[in-house]
Structures are given as structure tokens and as C-alpha cells.
């Protein structure tokens, strides 16, 4: 299990998408706990996503809501994690002290084998995700278009991340669970490494891949590997 302390974002170091928020400190620690709505929770990657009103949110696991009905923090909590678990669930208004014992947990029936899927989980314990992820592969394009938003050019590299940090990008997305990922440009056939980076993708767990492409450089043999990896080439 890893355990990020100042909740980051996404647990990487990459300062764009780092965001640290503050959790909500449950003093009264013996009064039952109760969920505030219905909350609909259904797995997604490597964890489940809990749902409310607020937003959707990632946990490795439901098991102390499950608990929370009717019960204190001091008699579901064992670690520290679970307390600060708890204080998240409580900071987004999953869970007060208000009593609604209408309120409950609605899991849709799921299949055994996806279970089995994610017990593989090596995510953070609690912790929000993109839901989707945009990489620039390359700043190169075999056009130079007016309009072109990324002022891409046939010999713009300059800023463009090594092969090993595009690697290392992916496969912490896929460790955290991010469920989808699209490779961007410049134009995205233009780094040679693509279809390695697809590769990648998909053995990091990362199952919706997609891109943009202008087409131009899409040959056959190319198009029967994006039809392989991507679900969506536009
Ligand atoms: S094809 Fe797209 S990336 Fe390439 S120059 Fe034109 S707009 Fe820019």
C-alpha cells in the first residue's frame, strides 16, 4: 500500500497536476456515524468510485463504509489511515452525524471475475484521480498548419520529454488507476515510439487509449496497430 502524506493529486512529482487539499478533523470520535445520502459506488480500474452529489471519488477499497453505519470512529478505526480515510469521507459530506438510516451504499451487481481484477490494487488508499489523462508525445508534426494551436513544425523537439519519462508518466497514471488516457501532439505518429507507449499503457492496467491524428502517416500497417490498441482514433 503507499501512502502519500501530503495527498497529492496524483502521487507523482509532476508540479501541474500535484494538488494537495486539507482533510476535516473529526474531534468527536465516539458519537455513530451515519452516510448522509445514498451513495452509489461501482468499481472502476483498480479501486471502486464512491458518488455523491459532490463528486465521484476514488478508494482502494469500501470496506470501512460499509462499517460506518451506526458505529463511532473509535470502533471502526484501528490505524491511522483509517482515521484519515475517515476525515476525507466526512470533508466531502459522504458521512455526518445526522442518523438516516434510509441512507446506503448502492453497488450494482458485479461480475466475480472483475472482484478478481482489482484485488491486484496497489493504489493509494484514498485518493482522487483524473478520470483522464492528455499526453503531448511530441511536439512534432509533418504539417505546419496556421491554425495550429501547439505551433507544432516538422523540427520542433525543443522541450519534448525523453522516452523514459513518457514511460514513467504512463505507468504511474496506470498504477493510480487512471482509467483513460489519450496520446496527443504535435502529431502523435510522428514519435516513433507510439506503439510503445501504447504498449505500455495497456500493460499498466490503462484500458481506454485514444488519439488525434491528422492521418497523414497512418499506414497500413499502422492503422491494423491502432485498431489493436486504441478504442478511438479521430
Ligand atoms: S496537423 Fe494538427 S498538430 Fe499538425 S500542424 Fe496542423 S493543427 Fe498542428
Not at 94 to 122: C, H, M, V, W
Not at 163 to 175: F, P, T
Request: net charge negative.
Amino acid at each position: 500500500m503507499i501512502i502519500f502524506k501530503n495527498e497529492q493529486y496524483l502521487p507523482c512529482s509532476i508540479p501541474e497536476i500535484s494538488y494537495t487539499y486539507e482533510r476535516k478533523t473529526i474531534s468527536d470520535k465516539e458519537t455513530p456515524l451515519y452516510l448522509r445520502e445514498d451513495l452509489f459506488v461501482y468499481p472502476k480500474n483498480m479501486g471502486f468510485i464512491v458518488e455523491n452529489n459532490n463528486g465521484q471519488f476514488l478508494v482502494d477499497s469500501i470496506d470501512l463504509l460499509q462499517l460506518i453505519r451506526g458505529k463511532s470512529v473509535n470502533e471502526i478505526c484501528h490505524k491511522e489511515t483509517d482515521f484519515e480515510e475517515i476525515e476525507q469521507y466526512y470533508r466531502y459530506g459522504l458521512i455526518g452525524y445526522e442518523k438516516n438510516t434510509t441512507a446506503k451504499l448502492i453497488i450494482p451487481e458485479i461480475n466475480q471475475r472483475y472482484f478478481n481484477l482489482y484485488d491486484i490494487s496497489q493504489t493509494t488508499w484514498f485518493c482522487h484521480i483524473p478520470l483522464k489523462i492528455e499526453l503531448d508525445i511530441t511536439k512534432k508534426c509533418n504539417l505546419q498548419c496556421k491554425h495550429c494551436s501547439r505551433d507544432a513544425s516538422p523540427i520542433t523537439t525543443e522541450g519534448e520529454m525523453s522516452l523514459q519519462n513518457y514511460v514513467d508518466v504512463i505507468q504511474q497514471a496506470g498504477k493510480i488507476g487512471v482509467p483513460e488516457f489519450s496520446f496527443m501532439g504535435g502529431e502523435p505518429t510522428c514519435n516513433p515510439s507510439f506503439i510503445e507507449l501504447a504498449t505500455v499503457a495497456r500493460m499498466s492496467g490503462i484500458r481506454t487509449l485514444s488519439t488525434s491524428t491528422n492521418g497523414w502517416l497512418i499506414n497500413e500497417d499502422l492503422a491494423k496497430k491502432l485498431l489493436f490498441y486504441l478504442i478511438q482514433c479521430r
